[in-house]
């Protein structure tokens, strides 16, 4: 099980699982370290993240470093992206283009060139990963895509379950028939029907933005066919300070709120 830093999970196999799926942790150790904990308590056999573990928060080296210890498949974020291509930077917006030039000097070379290892998406136990939007998208965002196209999109994808970061909202789709829906997402198990395919919005550990403050993860359950969403408290307030003390925009630590 994942928990101690000696247990770590180094391949993508096939066998059944509860498999916990994260996203966005930018820079945040504190909200990491509270959802490993809660990870460890939850006899979770692996662990996937789903990129931007930079960006934003106070500790990127020491996320990056942590994700790494423990063989956490780790896929590109477009804050990772706009870290290793600096023609990328345009797109975001001035405060996060900021946090991104202090973020490079808090990184080291070594973080750096496990950055340029990483992947687009990844597949495995029947679920596709990706941190925009499928298939293989970094950077488009799932309000930005007609019912009509992730319609279309999942029921092309090979994969029954798409798990999505990026928005740093939560979103439980089921594709089935002629059209989507839009299931209820929020703390607690939501079974799946084995008939539909999904799409899954994870949320944020590191900055929530679906109006509740705490570090958000999921667990995908698949023997039992659901999907657990877990609401994990920790101290805002340390994290707020670390960001003001290292000149990030004010806006990072507020957010947080």
């Known amino acids: 099980m994942i928990g101690e830093k000696d247990q770590t999970f180094t391949s993508l196999g096939q066998t059944p699982m509860r498999l916990a799926v994260l996203s966005d942790i930018h820079g945040n150790l504190e909200a990491l370290n509270q959802v490993l904990n809660d990870i460890a308590q939850g006899q ?4 996937v993240c789903l990129g931007d573990c930079v960006g934003y928060g106070p500790e990127p080296e020491e996320v990056v470093q942590e994700i790494r210890a423990r063989r956490i498949p780790f896929i590109l974020g477009n804050h990772e992206l706009g870290l290793l291509d600096p ?3 345009d797109w975001f917006n001035p405060p996060t283009r900021a946090s991104l030039r202090i973020t490079r000097n808090l990184l080291s070379i070594d973080s750096k060139n496990y950055l340029r290892t990483l992947k687009p998406f990844l597949t495995a136990y029947g679920c596709r990963f990706v941190h925009g939007f499928p298939p293989d998208s970094i950077t488009t965002y799932l309000y930005e895509v007609s019912d009509l196209e992730i319609h279309r999109i999942l029921s092309a994808l090979p994969e029954r379950i798409c798990f ?6 939560l979103h439980l789709i089921a594709s089935e028939g002629q059209g989507i ?6 703390r607690g198990v939501f079974p799946l029907r084995g008939e539909a395919n999904y ?8 900055q929530p933005r679906d109006g509740d403050n705490r ?5 995908w359950d698949e023997a039992a066919a659901a999907i657990e969403l877990r609401y994990v408290t920790y101290n805002i307030a340390r994290t707020a300070e670390k960001i003001m003390a290292l000149d990030f925009p004010e806006y990072n630590a507020r957010r947080l709120f």
Do not use: C, M, Q
């Open 87 to 89: 023609s990328y930077l």
């Open 164 to 169: 999505i970061g990026h928005t740093h909202d």
């Open 199 to 206: 799409l899954i919005n994870v949320g944020s550990v590191g």
């Open 181 to 186: 829906a839009y299931l209820p997402f929020d």
């Open 44 to 47: 979770i056999d692996t662990v």
């Open 215 to 219: 570090a958000k993860y999921v667990i």
